[in-house]
């Protein structure tokens, strides 16, 4: 059931047939309203005192005398309240994503930095980590990881370093399985590389 049924199921129970007194359905509204509220501070959702239609909300809910009016009010409400876990979803998301890459780009160079490394770093599960790289970046862990290394690699390449040194540098243990990695990234040989950009 959607947020938007439940709130219309609740609002419908003070209809006219059931005989509800005034009081008691401004009491409802009160307790539905500070249940939103204080949902949104236990979540850390924002959620400002102009919610709904740009109007002070505590101040509209007071002025409600029909139930049409509060599911109304709640409706806009509600939609606040999603439209506000949604941005604060994506604003850990990003702060997530920056964490991630932050630690990849800090640790590209140990030989040993692997998927579940990087998942007690950073205090996520690696299935979590794939999703906010995937969704963000459209890339996985390895593609990242790659990428930064031959980044720092075609640097390092510029330098009077061997091909061997580079390697080992920029996290690879094997100088054979570097070049591998490097020409099917970028078409050519680090020596081929460097032989371009001198």
Same mark, same amino acid.
């Given at each position: 059931?959607?947020?938007?049924?439940i709130v219309k199921r609740m609002v419908s129970k003070f209809d006219k047939e059931n005989n509800v007194s005034s009081r008691e359905f401004k009491n409802f509204t009160f307790? /539905?309203?500070s249940m939103i509220s204080d949902l949104s501070l236990r979540f850390n959702i924002e959620m400002t005192g102009k919610a709904v239609h740009g109007e002070d909300a505590l101040q509209i809910l007071t002025e409600v005398k029909t139930v049409k009016g509060a599911e109304l009010f709640f409706l806009g409400l509600v939609e606040t309240f999603c439209l506000g876990a949604y941005k604060s979803r994506k604003d850990l998301e990003r702060y997530y994503l920056k964490k991630i890459t932050g630690c990849i780009d800090e640790n590209f160079q140990d030989?040993?930095?692997f998927m579940d490394v990087l998942s007690e770093k950073v205090n996520l599960s690696s299935?979590?980590?794939y999703k906010i790289l995937k969704e963000n970046?459209?890339?996985?862990?390895?593609?990242? /990881?790659?990428?930064?290394?031959l980044e720092e690699?075609?640097? /390092? /390449?510029?330098?009077?370093?061997?091909v061997q040194e580079v390697a080992a540098a920029v996290g690879y243990s094997s100088a054979k399985?570097?070049?591998?990695?490097?020409?099917?990234?970028?078409?050519?040989t680090p020596s081929k590389h460097?032989?371009?950009n001198v």
């Open positions: 059931m959607t947020a938007t049924a307790q /539905l309203f030989k040993l930095f299935s979590y980590i970046q459209d890339k996985t862990f390895v593609d990242y /990881l790659t990428e930064k290394r690699a075609s640097k /390092l /390449l510029g330098t009077h370093m061997k399985y570097f070049i591998k990695v490097f020409k099917k990234h970028k078409g050519y460097r032989m371009i």
